[in-house]
Nanobody, 124 residues
Framework: QVQLVDSGGGLVQAGGSLRLSCAPSGRTSSIYGIGWFRQAPGKEREFVAALIWSGYSTFYADSVKGRFTISRDNAKNTVYLQMNSLKPEDTAVYYC?????????????????WGQGTQVTVSS
């Protein structure tokens, strides 16, 4: 099993920045990819960004491309989601998740383990 702790959310004004963190533990050797998803009230969970654990290839939703950056700190075994130029429509609970294979990194059903979520609120 893999345990995930995601953190770093908060309240920020439009145009501001936040950095989310995701620290996996447990069977991290089984990780193929780490993704960030978000879910706003009344909406479906949607893909934000993903990173392949080995190789560091990254993928982004069109809505965040150029504003968000997913990265990994190998020494800290932590994945970050740097969010810049935040917009009110970025308001959601953000979740990190891991998958053990390439089943479609943009699809939430591909992921096996999930963090508890961290709230991001962007005020206008």
């Amino acid at each position: 099993q893999v345990q995930l702790v995601d953190s770093g959310g908060g309240l920020v004004q439009a145009g501001g920045s936040l950095r989310l963190s995701c620290a996996p533990s447990g069977r991290t050797s089984s990780i193929y990819g780490i993704g960030w998803f978000r879910q706003a009230p009344g909406k479906e969970r949607e893909f934000v960004a993903a990173l392949i654990w080995s190789g560091y290839s990254t993928f982004y939703a069109d809505s965040v491309k150029g504003r968000f950056t997913i990265s990994r700190d190998n020494a800290k075994n932590t994945v970050y989601l740097q969010m810049n130029s935040l917009k009110p429509e970025d308001t959601a609970v953000y979740y990190c998740a891991v998958t053990d294979g390439d089943y479609g990194l943009g699809v939430s059903q591909s992921y096996d383990y999930w963090g508890q979520g961290t709230q991001v609120t962007v005020s206008s």
